[in-house]
Nanobody, 117 residues
Framework: VQLQASGGGLVQAGGSLRLSCAASGRAFSNYAAGWFRQAPGKEREFVSSIGRNGEPTFYADSVKGRFTISRDNSKNTLYLQMQSLKLEDTAVYYC???????????WGQGTQVTVSS
């Protein structure tokens, strides 16, 4: 599976962005998928994940209630709707597929999200 993330950009605190991740190759619908992020000087961290058919969904405590993950398997696309953005949400956001306890098989290239005051 090849993943291409897009939708990042510069936004003011309190604003919104929607990230997209287009998948190609093997059937995207076969895999749980999700989003991770990495801020400067920090390790990559989990943001959200979604099951193969849209459930279950999981969120990091830091984004719960503000971010919504979804997927459209007919379009082979994963989404992350981000609202009420905070300065600490600034990071490179990566999409991933085939998320299992033993590891993650596929990563996208990342898209930069910068939240300004």
């Amino acid at each position: 599976v090849q993943l291409q993330a897009s939708g990042g950009g510069l936004v003011q605190a309190g604003g919104s962005l929607r990230l997209s991740c287009a998948a190609s190759g093997r059937a995207f619908s076969n895999y749980a998928a999700g989003w991770f992020r990495q801020a400067p000087g920090k390790e990559r961290e989990f943001v959200s994940s979604i099951g193969r058919n849209g459930e279950p969904t999981f969120y990091a405590d830091s984004v719960k209630g503000r971010f919504t993950i979804s997927r459209d398997n007919s379009k082979n696309t994963l989404y992350l709707q981000m609202q009420s953005l905070k300065l600490e949400d600034t990071a490179v956001y990566y999409c991933a597929a085939d998320i299992q306890a033993k590891g993650i098989s596929y990563w996208g290239q990342g898209t930069q999200v910068t939240v300004s005051s």
